[in-house]
């Protein structure tokens, strides 16, 4: 069965930082690659970081420095580290997968995933 699970969202001041879980069913965690996007209020979902299964990152530029993508096989579980967040990052953040490889320009596309799960609040008080 095909399962995404996110968790670690909550209210953080600004500067502060938080650690996003998903954890994956086996098959899932299995996908070639892996992904984070967010959602605000009134905005489309945007891309925030992928890893592929060799261990490459891609991330969104304004996030740069700041997350951190990883993947524990053992735990079939993906994280996002996220250091100084801003009020600005506040949103619904979502984890996804895509069962195989596909080109590191498409990494951004949302319709390129298979698999999201449910989502996690993630709120930044100025």
């Known amino acids: 069965q095909v399962q995404l699970v996110e968790s670690g969202g909550g209210l953080v001041q600004a500067g502060g930082s938080l650690r996003l879980s998903c954890a994956a069913s086996r098959r899932t965690f299995s996908s070639n690659t892996m992904g984070w996007f967010r959602q605000a209020p009134g905005k489309e979902r945007d891309f925030v970081a992928a890893i592929r299964s060799g261990g490459i990152t891609y991330y969104k530029d304004s996030v740069k420095g700041r997350f951190t993508i990883s993947r524990d096989s053992a735990r079939n579980t993906l994280y996002l580290q996220m250091n100084g967040l801003k009020p600005e990052d506040t949103a619904v953040y979502y984890c996804?997968?895509?069962?195989?490889?596909?080109?590191?320009?498409?990494?951004?596309?949302?319709?390129?995933?298979?698999?999201w799960g449910q989502g996690t609040q993630v709120t930044v008080s100025s």
């Open positions: 996804a997968a895509r069962l195989t490889p596909t080109s590191y320009d498409t990494l951004g596309r949302r319709e390129i995933y298979d698999y």
